[in-house]
């Protein structure tokens, strides 16, 4: 997500470091790799053109302040305009009301349906709400089929009705959830190939019939920038609360977060990075912006972590993290908790400077976990909690007792003496982050 992008930017402010102040000619080159960086993810044009003049502007009219040094200062203000840019504070979806009805509109083929379990998933894990899914996707071949069997995976219920009034199965659906104590409503809607007058006019029989609290529309983060056209063409008949976009994990520029709230005014409640019910995360401005800078995402981590390990057990590893004592097996007490948050990969990435050490590349096959377990459990205790003696031939025994290769059994030992390393470097506070 953003990869690509990210890594255009930081390269062009790694430019300017060791600078003595900052000038409209030494920052130039820089501005310049920025704008190309953001054209070619597909941001809109005039958002370009308006977040460099400001950051120009803002750079160029700043004062150095004895804490920061010039590249600092540019860090900071390029990572403000791209906070603002992304929507600036973190728009929260409506979880405080007793009851809530969410209406999931969008085109065909951008998810929704796989969407509105995942939404469903996320309010009874994270919020404790006990969702109900209704199915008004009564046009599409086999929609509402998918839509059961993502509740019956999930052991969320599916409303559903032999009608040809969609507005009828919406009212049916709400009068169920509320006799039967269920306290939030997502509706799956019709989507099309493109808009159309019957389905706008649909969707707005809905709006205009039913009190939503939310009306959320779900957008392919692939389209580019003519996403915007369907947001905006979405939001002159309804009144969007937000947008949803999915597919962020897949061959996506991520241009279109960048343009949409600036452009449209509806913000990113929530993206979709994983094709696994539980990929979808709240959007955080912020967050994304460091993340697209290499600062990482600790907070986000800590979210994935909280409810599958324990308090205690984070301390301590923390700890042992700090002091750089934490060992293999510290990880393998802990890998079938690590199983639970999904692609360990993504995890990686999320850490500070992770493209910069080049360990947004790595790659793990879901097959690879066990392996690395075998590995791991084929080493004796001492060898675990020292896996600097682990030389040529206790490498070949390891590698023949898990039945993988010796060159895989360095893989694991580098990879993991990587991200020691980085975290003792960020607990002692000496892995200089630019803000």
């Keep these: 997500m953003f990869e690509y992008m990210g890594d255009r930017i930081t390269k062009a402010i790694k430019n300017i470091r060791g ?34 003049s400001k950051v120009k502007e803002k750079a160029l009219g700043s004062d150095v302040s004895k804490s920061l040094k010039p590249d600092e200062l540019f860090i900071k203000i390029v990572k403000d305009e791209l906070v603002e840019l992304l929507g600036g504070e973190y728009a929260p979806l409506n979880t405080t009301d007793k009851f809530v009805v969410i209406m999931l509109c969008g085109l065909q083929g951008s998810g929704k349906t796989t969407t509105a379990g995942k939404l469903a998933n996320m309010l009874r894990k994270k919020y404790n709400r006990k969702p109900l ?3 008004c996707d ?55 190939l493109q808009i159309d007058n019957n389905l706008m006019q649909e969707l707005k029989t809905l709006e205009d019939n039913i009190k939503f609290n939310e009306i ?29 976009l999915t597919k962020m994990d897949g061959d996506t520029k991520g241009g279109v977060a960048l343009s949409l709230r600036h452009l449209t005014n509806v913000p990113i409640k929530f993206v979709g990075d994983s094709e696994k019910m539980d990929g979808l995360s709240e959007f955080y401005p912020k967050r994304m912006a460091e993340r697209i800078l290499d600062m990482g995402d600790i907070l986000s981590i800590a979210e994935k972590v ?37 692609p360990l990969e993504n995890i990686i990435k999320m850490l500070p400077q992770a493209r910069s050490m ?5 790659s793990i096959n879901p097959k690879d976990m066990a392996h690395v377990e075998a590995i791991i459990l084929s080493m004796t205790p001492y060898e675990r909690k020292h896996p600097e003696i682990l030389k040529a031939s206790r490498k070949q025994r390891i590698a023949k007792g898990s039945g993988r290769s010796v060159e895989e059994v360095n893989r694991l030992l580098k990879q993991f003496d ?10 002692n506070g000496n892995m200089k982050l630019p803000f």
Excluded at 307 to 312: F, H, M
């Design 138 to 192: 009564i046009y599409r071949p086999a929609a509402v089929e998918q839509l059961k069997e993502i509740g019956l995976s999930l052991n969320i219920p599916v409303f559903t009705e032999d009608k040809d009034k969609v507005l009828d199965i919406a009212n049916d659906g709400i009068e169920f959830a509320k006799e039967n104590n269920y306290d939030y409503v997502i509706i799956d809607t019709a989507g099309r």
């Design 358 to 362: 080049g360990l947004n590349n790595i």
């Design 306 to 342: 909280e409810g599958i390990v324990s308090e205690d057990d984070a301390k301590k590893q923390a700890l042992k993290m700090k002091k750089g004592t934490y060992d293999l097996e510290d990880f393998l007490s802990t890998f079938k908790q690590i199983k639970k948050l999904g």
């Design 133 to 135: 899914l209704v199915a």
């Design 418 to 427: 990587m991200m020691k390393n980085m975290m003792k470097m960020v607990g």
């Design 216 to 244: 959320l529309l779900v957008i392919d983060a692939m389209m580019g920038q003519d996403a915007i056209n369907v947001i905006t063409g979405f939001n002159e008949t309804l009144k969007l609360t937000g947008c949803i």
């Design 19 to 52: 600078l003595g102040r900052i000038t409209e000619d030494n920052i130039n080159d820089a501005m310049r790799e920025i704008r190309l960086a953001l054209l070619e993810a597909d941001v809109n044009y005039n958002v370009v053109k308006e977040f460099i």
